[in-house]
C-alpha cells in the first residue's frame, strides 16, 4: 500500500524563529553571509563544517532561478557584483546561452582579454554596430582585428561625433593611436595597473607584450566598481562568477560550449530530479570535465537527495510546486511543503556527512514570499537560496516593465508556461511524443509589482537577515543552523504577528511583500 506521512506538509509561512541571547558582538556588521556552492571534504565533528573548504563559495546565500524571466546575463552580472550567483537559463539556444555566459565572464576582471576588436581599416559604421552588438563602448584596435594582434590604438564614443563624423570615416583616422596612449608590459600587477591609472588620469590601461601584440585590458571602472561591490563573486583571474542551466536531452553538446564559455558550475534544470536521466547527465560531465561542478533536482525528500549525491552531484536543489507561478502541484499532485522538504533533506545532508566525511550542500528552490522566509530556509538548513519571483521584479531581470492599472509592474512567466516552451524540462523521455511541445502547463504567464535595482532591494533583503540572525545570537549561517530555535505559527498568531486592528494611513509605505 501506499506509504503516507503523518505529518503534515509545512510552509516556511507556518514557522517563527525565536530569539536567542544576542551578545554585545552580535551586530549585523559583523555577519558573514558565506556560503559554499558544491561538495567538499572535511571533517565530520566539525558540524557544519567551514563554507570556505568549498572550492566554489558565494558571499551571500542567493541564487537567481534558471528562468527566462529571470536569469539573463545582465542580472547574473549584477548579482554576482552584490555576492550572489545566477545561473543562466538553458530554455534557449547552445550558442544564445553560451554567449550569455561569456558576456558574465568577460564584464569584470582586473585583466580582461578584450572581446570588441575592429582593424583599422574597419568603418565608423562598423564601430557603431559593435558597439550595439557588445554594449561595449572601447574598442581596441588590432592590425588583424583579434584580441591578442598588434595593438595599434583604441576608440571610444569621445572620438568620434554621431551626425557629423561620417560612418565611411577608416577607424585609424579617428582613432587614439597607441603613440598616445600609455601603455602596462605583461608582468606589471592590478596594484600597479591601477597606479598607472589613477597617475596618468586613464580610463582604460592597456597591456602589452614586448612585440607590442594587446594582452590585456584593465579600466578604471572595474576598481570603482570593486569599491563599492566588496563581496562581488570573482574567480582567480577576477572575473565574475556564474551558473548555467542544463538539460537531460543535449547535454552532450551544451555542456561544452557552456565549459568553453566559462561557466562556473551547472545546473541541472529539472521539475523533478528523482531520475535516471539526472544520473545520467552528472556521469557525462563527472566523466569529461575533471573540474566541472554540476547541482542537480529538485528533490524533496531523503531518498531523491542519497540518489543524487551518490549519482556524483556537488549540490543538491530542494522543492516541487513551491514557486509563486508553479502550479504542479495543481495539475498533477505532486509536491511538498518547502518547509517539509528542507528539514528532511538537510537531515540527510548531515548523516551523510557524518558518515563519509563529504559535505554536500542543498539549495532550497521555491516557497520564498516573505524575506524573512529566506532566514527561516538557512536556520532549516539550506546552504543557499534559489528565487525567481523575487528576481524578475527588477530592471535588470529580461522580462518587460508595462504599466497595469495605473502601476508599473514586469512580466513573469513559468519555465512550465506555454510561453517559456521549455518541454526539456517535463520531458520523461517518451521519443513518440512531439518535440517542443508541452501537454499541459505546469507554470502560469504573469506579472509582479516592478521594484527598480536590484542592488537596492538585495541589500535591504539581506540587511534583515542579518539582523535576525543577530536576534538568534548567530554571526555565521553555521551558527544559525546550529543555535536557530524554530516553532509552528498558528494561524491565529500569523494573523496577530501583521498589521491588525488599526487602518493605515499609507499602505505604499508599508510593502507586505518582497
Known sequence: MAFIYDEPSRTFGEYLLV??????????????????????????SAMPPDPR???????????????????????????????????????????????????????????????????????????????????????????DGTPTGRFAGIITSRDYRLGKTPLSTPVREIMTPFKSIHCGRVGIDLQQANELIWQHKLNTLPVIDERQHLQYLVFRKDYESHQAHPLENVDREKRLIVGAGINSRDHAERVPALMDAGA???????????????????????????????GAGNVVDREGFLYLVEAGADFVKVGIGGGSICITREQKGIGRGQASAVIEVAKARDE???????????????????????????????????????????????????????????????????RARNWQRYDHGDSSKKKDQLEFEEG??????????????????????????????????????????????????????????VMLKDTRSNPREP
Open 53 to 143: 573548504q568549498s572550492p566554489l563559495t558565494i558571499s551571500v546565500p542567493v541564487t537567481s532561478a534558471m528562468m527566462q524571466s529571470v536569469s539573463g546575463a545582465e542580472l547574473a552580472i549584477a548579482l554576482a557584483r552584490c555576492g550572489g550567483l545566477s545561473f543562466v537559463y538553458g530554455s534557449q539556444g547552445i550558442e544564445e546561452e553560451a554567449a550569455m555566459v561569456r558576456r558574465v565572464k568577460n564584464y569584470k576582471a582586473g585583466f580582461v582579454v578584450s572581446d570588441s576588436n575592429l582593424r583599422p581599416d574597419a568603418t565608423l559604421a562598423d564601430v557603431l554596430e559593435l558597439t550595439d552588438r557588445t554594449g561595449h563602448s572601447t574598442i581596441a584596435i588590432t592590425e
Open 352 to 418: 551523510y556527512f557524518q558518515k563519509t566525511g563529504v559535505y554536500v550542500p542543498i539549495c532550497s528552490d521555491g516557497g520564498i514570499s516573505q524575506d524573512y522566509h529566506i532566514t527561516i530556509a538557512l536556520a532549516m538548513g539550506a546552504d543557499f537560496i534559489m528565487m525567481g519571483r523575487y528576481f524578475a521584479r527588477f530592471d535588470e531581470a529580461p522580462g518587460r516593465k508595462v504599466r497595469v492599472n495605473n502601476q508599473f509592474m514586469k512580466e513573469y512567466w513559468g519555465e512550465g508556461s506555454n
Open 444 to 501: 502560469v504567464d504573469s506579472y509582479v509589482p516592478y521594484a527598480g535595482k536590484l542592488k537596492d532591494n538585495l541589500d535591504v533583503t539581506l540587511a534583515k537577515v542579518r539582523s535576525t540572525m543577530c536576534n538568534c545570537g548567530a554571526l555565521t549561517l553555521r551558527d544559525l543552523y546550529m543555535r536557530a530555535r524554530l516553532t509552528v505559527a498558528s494561524a491565529v498568531s500569523i494573523h496577530e504577528g501583521g498589521v491588525h486592528d
Open 264 to 294: 562556473d558550475v551547472l545546473c541541472i534544470d529539472s521539475s523533478d530530479g528523482y531520475s535516471e536521466w539526472q544520473r545520467d547527465t552528472i556521469a557525462y560531465v563527472k566523466s569529461n570535465y575533471k573540474h566541472g561542478y554540476i
Open 19 to 44: 530569539p536567542n541571547l544576542t551578545t554585545k558582538d552580535c551586530i549585523p556588521a559583523n555577519v558573514d553571509l558565506t556560503a559554499p556552492v558544491v561538495r567538499f571534504k572535511a571533517d565530520p
